[in-house]
């Protein structure tokens, strides 16, 4: 990933395509093998809440409040974000960003010592992997390399809950 590479890997909820979230080209190679339209904003995962606050200008009371509540993985889309990759960065200037407790992708995102890209290791508007049997051929081939992790693991999976959450105070549930 140093070196701009995209990596498949499990993470707190499926399995994922990532890369360094502060390579634009990485990025866009994400874009490419989704085939996703890069105005669909991707997220990223970092360790901690200290590396939280490395790409969101203000962190929100109630984002932290969130996270401590929060029982299950939960993305957070927050206003502000700052030091990553102009095409990560929605239109509006937030970011989707979680901050990752499952082993594997935490110990990941802490040696990496960087946010990294995490979104569905599928194309565009096709089932997400849950499981790493369930990932296409073609994803497989497209990326640098594949996590050895869980690839053996077959149960369900979900998707992260998301909350949009506003410099106003304004809070959405995008995903339960």
Not at 87 to 99: F, T, V, Y
Request: a negative charge; proline letters at 4%.
């Amino acid at each position: 990933m140093r070196k701009g590479g995209v990596i498949l890997y499990p993470t707190d909820t499926i399995w994922g395509i990532g890369c360094d979230a502060t390579n634009a080209e990485a990025v866009r190679r994400v874009y490419d093998i989704k085939r996703r339209d890069d105005s669909k904003a991707l997220i990223c995962l970092v360790d901690s809440d200290a590396r939280l606050q490395r790409y969101v200008r203000n962190v929100p009371d109630v984002a932290w409040q969130i996270i401590d509540c929060a029982d299950n993985p939960t993305t957070l889309i927050l206003d502000g974000a700052v030091n990553l990759a102009e095409n990560l960065i929605a239109e509006d200037g937030s970011i989707g960003i979680r901050i990752t407790n499952e082993p594997f992708s935490k110990e990941l995102c802490y040696r990496f010592q960087k946010a990294i890209v995490s979104t569905s290791a599928n194309i565009s508007g096709e089932s997400a992997a849950q499981n790493y049997g369930d990932i296409a051929p073609e994803i497989l081939e497209a990326v640098d390399y594949v996590c050895w992790s869980r690839r053996q693991e077959h149960k369900p999976h979900q998707p992260s809950s998301i909350i949009k959450l506003k410099a106003d105070g304004e809070v959405t549930i995008i995903r339960k």
